[in-house]
């Protein structure tokens, strides 16, 4: 029973020991955000975006766009449109 016992602690730390050396070969890449856009500055041609943590919208051209508070626990993923913005004069036509 000890020599089994024994045989398995080698093999454990054996197998740690392995494992440490490739880990340390890897070549992670540095994380990097998919596009440079501000949750609050938006997409250009969007109004309304949200990064799952911030919804925004944006009223007629030349308006700052207003977005809600970010939640105490919430992850961004990166910022996407929810609704494109209307053309020029199409918006003032209702």
């Known amino acids: 029973m000890r020599f089994s016992d ?6 454990t730390a054996a197998f740690l020991a392995a494992s440490a050396s490739f880990a340390a070969d ?11 856009i501000s949750v609050h500055k938006g997409p250009p041609n969007c109004s309304r975006w949200t990064d799952a943590c911030v ?7 030349g308006e700052a766009p207003v977005c809600s ?16 913005a209307a053309p020029h004069g199409e918006s003032q036509k209702k």
């Open 69 to 84: 508070n970010i939640g105490f626990a919430c992850q961004p993923k990166p910022v996407r449109c929810l609704s494109p």
């Open 6 to 11: 024994l045989t398995i602690a080698v093999a």
């Open 55 to 61: 919804n925004c919208s944006r009223g007629a051209e």
């Open 26 to 36: 890897l070549k992670i890449p540095p994380r990097m955000a998919p596009e440079d």
